[in-house]
Each structure stands twice: as structure tokens, then as C-alpha cells.
């Protein structure tokens, strides 16, 4: 069998986000694979998988161990447990949601979250309207209380799905409040100070890269104008 090693904690340059999206992507092939009942996969077959190099795959993995063995491939089993705990999914992490709309809503009942350990405990809404309503037998809470609950609740993360005219001040109640991690789905950019990680999930900008994407492929250019004087 493949040996296998421990994820070593890195001491080296900083990990690129790039790195980090593509362990996330080798973990879900890992568990495809598992759940497939295979017991080795090989880098070429997780390279093709994800639309990459077997070089690429393996200087990703490197950063962190040696896993595996030149002609025999990885444990499959071993790999996805060593990249759940580098990419900390081996614990659990309390999350709070602020913004009781759709998108909110959509987000706690997505089952994946939970399945990966990130268990919403908290609701918070500004609009009292929205206050004592349960979603997914959580009550949505007067953000104003923020501080309290987030301590209270031992909340790690914290996401923000707000209008965009109030995402700054809801962000920076969070960090006031203690949290360190923000996934930020309103449609702004906001500003954190540093120590703070903040992922930015801009869906209008997401499907405007599609547009492009198509538009440009079928060559259409917009037309010159007259230079500014």
C-alpha cells in the first residue's frame, strides 16, 4: 500500500488562494472516489479529473508532506483525510448568518455546510419584521445584539448577506464582535483591518465573466468612439 504521511505544517512561502481552491477540488475527488470504493488513485487520474497536470497535483500535495509513491499512486482514503485536516475540515466551526433574505435563507438550508462542519448557530436580521421567524429551527435575532451572541455562541465565521449599502457596517460589528472569518456575499467590496480573512462570493460579477466569455467567443467588438479631446 501507498505510504502515506502526516500534512506538515508550512513554514515556507505563503500557500496562493489558487493552491487552496484546487486542494478543495482534489478533496472532492477523493470523495467521489472512496465512495466509488476505490482504494489508490494516482495523480494523472485526479489531474484529469480536474482539468489539470499530474505536475501540477503534485506540487500542490508537496507543499504540505510527502503522500504516496512514485508508480503506485496515493491511499485514497489516507490523502482525503490528510487534506480535511489541512483544509481544517476535520473540526467544526460555529457560523453566523447575518441577512434573513433569499440568498440568506438558500445558504442555511444548503446541506453541504453542515456535512463539512460548518453548523449555523446564529440568525441575525436588522429588520424587525424578520425577528423571531425560524429558518431551519434557528429563531433570526436582532442584529443589534451582535456582540452578545456572537461570543455567547462561540461564532468563528461570519456571513454577510446584506444590501450592499450595509455590508461595511455589518462587517465591522462582526470584527468588533471578535470574528476573524467573513464570507461576504453582498455585492460590494469591504474593507477589513489586518488578521481579518474575508472570501468575497460576487455573483453578479460571476455571471458577468460568463457574458464576456461568451461574447467574446463569438467576436464581437464594441465600437470606437472618437478619442477625448
Not at 476505490?38 to 501540477?56: D, H, V
Not at 508508480?71 to 487534506?83: C, E, K, P, S, T
Not at 446564529?122 to 424578520?130: G, H, M, T
Request: with cysteine; charged share 20%.
Amino acid at each position: 500500500m501507498p505510504r502515506q504521511t502526516s500534512p506538515t505544517h508550512h513554514d515556507g512561502p505563503k500557500i496562493s488562494d489558487a493552491t487552496v481552491k484546487r486542494l478543495s477540488k482534489y478533496y472532492r475527488t477523493l470523495q467521489s472516489s472512496i465512495a466509488q470504493e476505490k482504494t489508490t488513485i494516482s495523480s494523472e487520474e485526479i489531474a484529469r479529473l480536474n482539468g489539470l497536470t499530474a505536475a501540477q497535483v503534485r506540487k500542490d500535495l508537496s507543499f504540505f508532506g510527502a503522500f504516496g509513491r512514485r508508480g503506485l499512486g496515493y491511499n485514497a482514503v489516507d490523502l482525503h483525510r490528510n487534506i480535511s485536516q489541512i483544509l481544517g475540515l476535520h473540526r467544526t466551526w460555529n457560523v453566523c448568518l447575518v441577512g434573513a433574505g433569499n440568498i440568506g435563507t438558500a445558504l442555511v438550508h444548503f446541506r453541504q455546510f453542515q456535512e463539512q462542519g460548518f453548523l449555523f448557530k446564529l440568525i441575525l436580521d436588522s429588520d424587525p419584521a424578520k425577528w423571531g421567524m425560524k429558518i431551519a429551527d434557528l429563531d433570526v435575532q436582532d442584529f443589534e445584539q451582535c456582540d452578545e451572541l456572537v461570543k455567547r455562541e462561540k461564532i468563528k465565521i461570519g456571513v454577510v448577506a446584506v444590501p450592499g449599502p450595509g455590508a461595511q457596517r455589518v462587517v465591522d460589528r462582526l470584527v468588533q464582535a471578535g470574528i476573524k472569518a467573513i464570507l461576504n456575499f453582498a455585492p460590494v467590496t469591504i474593507l477589513v483591518p489586518p488578521g481579518i480573512y474575508v472570501r468575497n462570493e460576487n455573483m453578479v460579477i460571476e455571471i458577468e465573466a460568463l457574458s464576456y466569455a461568451l461574447t467574446s467567443k463569438s467576436g464581437h467588438k464594441p465600437r470606437s468612439s472618437a478619442a477625448a479631446e
